[in-house]
T-cell receptor
């Protein structure tokens, strides 16, 4: 059972336009959500996160929106740049004693076309 | 600042051979440590996590095992590799109280 779903395996966007990456989740216990960016043959790097008490978090060109009623979050990148081309993973956490395990989606490959 | 190391970067092993992947973290104390695997075309699957020395929790029953002999060292092992063990293995850490996990560079394992 996939608790975090990224239904678009790939996305192509023109440079300078907005990239919107989507993520859905099924576990109501998730209370923290993160986005990671991954280049080939490298480990994922943390990008931005949002707590379930918020509906928006912004960091420079990156904004994450959370819709708890729909169990949906999205990552907006504005403006998109060629260096943003990577695989983006959505992750969610349900805090528990001792550690904070992350459940990842399968990723969306973003290609920003110059 | 904190850094995380993994080695080797790539590994080609025959079926039935043993495996030992090592991960070390610098610049932090008592981190939570994690082993993930990314198989071809799939997301990140949590294999093991550890909240302290000698404390290992397994998420997926399989022929892999993990150990944490020191505070900042995490080892992934197997006695006999299977073809299905091929993948990209990632070690990660987080500080107690934090949600963000920070990943190492990964090890590409190919079992032939």
């Amino acid at each position: 059972d996939q608790q975090v779903k990224q239904n678009s395996p790939s996305l192509s966007v023109q440079e300078g336009r907005i990239s919107i990456l989507n993520c859905d989740y099924t576990n109501s216990m998730f209370d923290y959500f993160l986005w990671y960016k991954k280049y080939p043959a490298e480990g994922p790097t943390f990008l931005i996160s949002i707590s379930s008490i918020k509906d928006k978090n912004e960091d420079g060109r990156f904004t994450v929106f959370l819709n708890k009623s729909a169990k949906h979050l999205s990552l907006h990148i504005v403006p998109s740049q060629p260096g943003d081309s990577a695989v983006y993973f959505c992750a969610a956490s349900a805090s528990g004693a001792g550690s904070y395990q992350l459940t990842f989606g399968k990723g969306t490959k973003l290609s920003v076309i110059p | 600042s904190q850094t995380i190391h993994q080695w080797p970067a790539t590994l080609v092993q025959p079926v039935g051979s043993p495996l030992s992947l090592e991960c070390t973290v610098e610049g932090t104390s008592n981190p939570n440590l994690y082993w993930y695997r990314q198989a071809a075309g799939r997301g990140l699957q949590l294999l093991f996590y550890s909240v302290g020395i000698g404390q290992i929790s397994s998420e997926v029953p399989q022929n892999l095992s993990a150990s944490r002999p020191q505070d900042r060292q995490f080892i992934l092992s197997s006695k006999k590799l299977l073809l299905s063990d091929s993948g990209f293995y990632l070690c990660a850490w987080d500080g107690t109280g934090g949600y963000e996990q920070y990943f190492g560079p990964g090890t590409r394992l190919t079992v032939t």
